[in-house]
């Protein structure tokens, strides 16, 4: 998906998640919600043409000058292709002669 075709927010992303990771990222963006720091997460993704994409998440809330969290706010990066150019480095790692 690319950007013009896809505005992130946290209804759209949410129904995306694989069943798997939604409860965990459903704790993580409670503890956001929150005013809780959280690291990033790491969620597979099953976008519209039914491809499964891993993606790492991050995000922070954001306040007021009170201290009270208004928004959230964060990022999301496609690392499927990382994720399989390491597998395929470990594999070579393995089989290549000391």
């Not at 990771?21 to 929150?34: C, F, G, K, M």
Request: charge should be negative.
């Amino acid at each position: 998906m690319s950007p013009t075709e896809f505005e992130p927010d946290i209804d759209n992303v949410e129904s995306l998640v694989h069943s798997d990771d939604y409860p965990s990222l459903q704790r993580w963006i409670s503890e956001l919600t929150a005013g809780r720091s959280q690291d990033a997460r790491e969620v597979k993704v099953i976008r519209p043409d039914g491809k499964v994409r891993l993606l790492r998440v991050e995000g922070r809330a954001v306040t007021d000058l009170d201290g009270v969290v208004r928004q959230l706010a964060g990022t999301m990066q496609d690392i499927t292709d990382l994720r399989l150019i390491e597998q395929q480095l470990d594999r070579h790692r393995k089989w290549r002669p000391s």
